[in-house]
């Protein structure tokens, strides 16, 4: 498999959940440091992919006004991150998509580099982050995901089915992972607690 260059991939923000576990908002607008947490990931992407965009479902006007394309979820029933998934691999023009959640706003800034070169040297049509846990198992980290365009219609198919879950999909494709030894990157603002220890200290 050739080399994947920047300008080969396409960054999505993964920001359209439904934040139950934060009360219902909308997760992707809610405050880190004086700014969205779904702006500071494409900020955080900008410098490791070529075009950016955003998954949202609602407030659509306000992700636009981040200055990127923002496509929902094609399907009504919200299954998840790989509706999300499903959208940009639907709508991205470049070779691969890279996605990141909205809630984990200091994930590696090699994120992008390292995937691609898990896929290339694995010939993986999509690669995984992991990082260890405390006791030193590896854990995945399926959201951080780099997929080929053409498992559009494979991941379409999936859904189709009832499944649900990344790794599941991920588990019946030719799948690479790249180990990332800082656990702490991958933290996540599941709650409204979670998003308070995140803060940077002033």
Sequence with gaps: MEAILRDDITGLVLAGGLGSRMGGVDKGLQLHAGRPLALHALQRLASQVGPLAVNANRNLDRYAAFGVPVWPDATADRPGPLAGLLAGLQHCATPWLLSVPCDSPNFPADLATRLAAAAVQAGAELAIAEAPEADGRLRPQPVFCLLRRELAAPLQAFLSGGQRRVEHFAD???????????AAAFANANTADDLRRLQPES
């Design 172 to 182: 019946q494709r030719r799948a690479a992972r790249a180990r990332f030894d800082d």
